[in-house]
């Protein structure tokens, strides 16, 4: 009570109204169809295509590694998850430290815009060991497309 008429509030009070944000943006093995997708399958409740702002890079190790910019369009899906703690317990531990959770926006076919968490190149030094790929789709890069 005496904090509160001193103008202070307590841990975790805030004045913005705070959205859980349950969606993920995968751009490669996490990809319908591709390898890694039974891992989280059972959280997915909804995917679509989607697009972010960035570059792509197939790393010496056989999977894609994302770097968020300006420049560049990757092509992936936006996934709705269910069980958030779980998903990202196992998604954590699948990504490795290679990789960081992080807020990026995303475009869907219609033009809208959402946020959704990403896994990100950790660092722009492990982008440098990789290859870029040009059109920015692990699918297609797969197929020989680019």
Same mark, same amino acid.
């Given at each position: 009570?005496?904090?509160?008429?001193? =103008?202070?509030? =307590?841990?975790?009070? &805030?004045?913005? +109204?705070?959205? /859980? +944000?349950?969606?993920?943006?995968?751009?490669?093995?996490?990809?319908?169809? *591709?390898?890694?997708? &039974?891992? /989280?399958?059972?959280?997915? +409740?909804?995917?679509?295509?989607?697009?972010?702002?960035?570059?792509?890079?197939?790393? !010496?190790?056989?999977?894609?590694?994302?770097?968020?910019? !300006?420049?560049?369009?990757?092509? =992936?899906?936006?996934?709705?998850?269910?069980?958030?703690?779980?998903?990202?317990?196992? $998604?954590?531990?699948?990504?490795?430290?290679?990789? *960081?959770?992080?807020? *990026?926006?995303?475009?869907?076919?219609?033009?809208? +815009?959402?946020?959704?968490?990403?896994?990100? $190149?950790? &660092? !722009?030094?492990?982008?440098?060991?990789?290859? !870029? /790929?040009?059109?920015?789709?692990?699918?297609?890069? $797969?197929?020989? =497309?680019?």
């Amino acid at each position: 009570m005496a904090e509160e008429r001193r =103008g202070r509030k =307590g841990a975790g009070w &805030s004045t913005a +109204v705070q959205a /859980i +944000v349950n969606r993920l943006f995968v751009y490669g093995t996490l990809r319908a169809g *591709q390898a890694a997708r &039974s891992l /989280i399958a059972d959280h997915v +409740v909804s995917a679509e295509p989607a697009t972010a702002r960035g570059r792509m890079f197939a790393l !010496p190790d056989g999977y894609p590694g994302f770097m968020p910019g !300006p420049d560049g369009r990757v092509v =992936g899906e936006l996934m709705t998850l269910s069980d958030l703690a779980a998903a990202f317990a196992l $998604l954590d531990a699948y990504e490795g430290e290679e990789f *960081q959770r992080a807020l *990026q926006e995303v475009e869907l076919g219609d033009g809208r +815009v959402l946020w959704a968490w990403c896994y990100v $190149l950790a &660092s !722009p030094e492990l982008a440098e060991e990789g290859e !870029p /790929i040009p059109g920015g789709d692990w699918d297609a890069h $797969l197929r020989g =497309g680019n």
